[in-house]
């Protein structure tokens, strides 16, 4: 126990962060929020406004947990980033201020507890030189949108000035309704990889139905009027009475979602198919590990070359003086103690270091040990220490301790290939645990609802349905078991000091970030070497079985035709290209002009049916190319799906912001929100995913399936 209260201490340690605070800027010193405290250690997801671009981007460049894509409001950014009270601290010293704590890491224990209860820069000096001041830019709408939700209007607008290049250019959207309203607000300017993209705004309340819309820019630009249009426009067919849903009551673990595909398999069997996939996951375990020695002075991390369930979780490890001169250093291994005897000089006194205890424990052949030197104890004298026990410091104990099967629901009258493919897969990231509540809700309405819908029959006679409820088990028992935020799995790649207890929660692969096209490995953006990035693309592509599992799904059934890929949160709604490469922002090839059509019309069709549940509206500005959107995410799978096995791939990210009508702010909701609201979006996009389904059944009816 000892070991594993130290390892949650020492978790927290800011060493990504700190690489990021290395070089802090200029940012003027702003007072804290006092509303927003966080202990040292303690981690949250937390709302942050920045002091400038540059700590962004040395956030960025530091591997920081963003949880979302960074906002730029009036010159300040705002970021979710997962970070402990003294990473806050210290950015909060370089200018920052916490705007909004999403979500405590307790939090997510709690509801799961509750739900179970119940561009390019030219410098002002330039333009003003160039004679530019009397400059006059032009102005083009390239989004105008309008909505109602919750009984409140909203107005969306992206506006692109030909001032490219001018950073200092303002752009204010002047609104006027119906019955003669006006009111106005500015535009931001947003650019991405150092390239100018538009100026935009979140959603602005206005009191009813915008009419006209006008731009002007400070360098004197004009736009025409536009009349913006109702967003999505699309409405689903209505739900028929006696419509079949809610069959999510809590949050699942990867343990009742194995019960749950079970169950439907049973009760289903006309209409279901469970496929075990290939792909085998290393399983909820990890090797076992301890300090030999004080971390705090000199200690050698030991650790088992098989993991800790294995029989090597409390097998002992020390070192002793052997109390005599000229002993040389040797070790022992008997009754799961490993002795490890120092050794001594003429006179009797220890020699060892600790460079040589862990080049002693790392040289047999086919070693049941490995050692590595604790980061800041090269060179020192080993103390003699111990005994101290292995653990593999895991702490759920509900889980199997094996290699995991991930399986699929397969859903359809005609599971023989000959009918046009839908695939929804999701929790890929282990933290995101809405999303598995989503495609499991979205599979039982499908099956229940052919049981007494003529409709859903009738798609489920012309559509061939696979699901994919958690691609990563491993890293989802961990999430729900030892640490809430963990995103990737829990393959551990890493080397030398990074094996160090204390970066127990940063190991592991970033399952969408290890696939094939536009991969890292191929020089894209938005993926890590670091094998403590929350974005590891780990060691080659396709080197995790997790993503190998997706990928074999697809290429087993050419059928698929359509793919989404559910995650949390935003309120995304996004397709390829998903990457681009830094320099010059060269994306992955744009779609043809006839799929971008089939993209944006599929996805306005699917934003309705979403909407109409609880009146959720995924933005216009969210809706779009994951490059264009969010951000660059080298080696996704939506894009290897897309450009390597020509599937309509799509992304969703459940939990749209909430607006808070007595702040008039957008709100996040997290990964792991109380469970009413994970229930709530479990609902609004399954009832997408149907609508992906007749989305799917209508292209088929103008295009052969391919087989
Ligand atoms: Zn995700």
Redesign the pocket.
Known sequence: MFVRRRWTALATTSILIAAALAHPGPGAAAPPSPAITLAPTETALVRVRLADRAQLDRLVAGGADLANRPRSRDGAWTADLVLTGRQLADLTRQGATAMQVVQRADDGTRHLAESRRAAQERTRAGLRTSGAATAVDTLQFLQAYWWTTGGRTFLQAQVATTATDDPDVEITVTWRTADGATGSFPLYRFEDSGEYQYHYALPQPVPSRPVQLTATSTLGGTSRPVTPSLWPNATPPPQPAGYQKDFIDAYLTPVDIKARIARLGRQYRDLVDVIDLPNKTQGYRRNAAAYLGDPAAAAVVVESVRFGDQGMNGVQVRTVDPGRPNRPLSMRYRDRVLTISLATDRAGTVTSTTDDVAALINAPRGARFRATVEDGSAGLPMPVAGPVRLDDGLQGTEVPARPWTVQALRIGKHRDGSRIGVLAYSQ??AR?WATPLVTLEFAERLLANARTDAATRRLLEQVDVFVIPTVNPDGANYSFNDYNFQRKNLVNHCTGASRDPKYRTMWGVDV?RNYTVGSLFDGYVGASANCLSGNYAGTAELSEPESRNVIDLAKAHPNITFAMNV?SYGGYFMWPPGAYKADGRVTLPRPSIDESTLFLGSARRIVGAIAAERGTVTWPSQTGPVADVLYSAAGNSADQLYYELGIFAWDFEVGNDRWNEATGQWEGVGFQPPFDEAHAEAQEYAGGLVELVRVARDYAADNPVRR
Do not use: R, S, Y
Request: aromatic residues 0%; charged residues 40%; without cysteine.
């Open positions: 890929e990231h995101e969408n995650h």
